[in-house]
């Protein structure tokens, strides 16, 4: 499967925005989904996850109650909309998908799109 992630883009403290992330082939149901996010000079990090139905979403601590993520399989298509934006979620935001593992580990994804920026200003 190839994915593809937009909807970056520079945005003020306090904003929202929302990541599309676009997935190619007839087998996008069958895929955990996930959003992880690389800062400079940082490791990537886990974002958030959802399950092949949208029925169970997980979040990483730092983004919890101000993220969510969804998906509709109807358009092959997860989204992340990101509220209560703060300058440290700035970072290179990737979507990935999963074969087996419903996870918020980088190991366990098996396909990557290719990252869209954030940028939040203070």
């Known amino acids: 499967v190839q994915l593809q992630a937009s909807g970056g883009g520079l945005v003020q403290t306090g904003d929202s925005l929302t990541l599309s992330c676009v997935a190619s082939?007839?087998?996008?149901?069958?895929?955990?989904m996930g959003w992880f996010r690389q800062a400079p000079g940082k490791e990537r990090a886990f974002v958030a996850a959802?399950?092949?139905?949208?029925?169970?979403?997980r979040y990483g601590d730092s983004v919890n109650g101000r993220f969510t993520i969804s998906r509709d399989n109807a358009k092959n298509t997860v989204y992340l909309q990101m509220r209560s934006l703060k300058p440290e979620d700035t970072a290179v935001y990737y979507c990935?998908?999963?074969?087996?593992?419903?996870?918020?580990?980088?190991?366990?994804?098996?396909?990557w799109g290719q990252g869209t920026q954030v940028t939040v200003s203070s």
């Open positions: 082939g007839r087998t996008f149901s069958s895929y955990f």
């Open positions: 959802i399950t092949w139905r949208g029925s169970s979403t």
């Open positions: 990935a998908a999963a074969r087996t593992l419903y996870s918020d580990a980088i190991s366990d994804y098996d396909y």
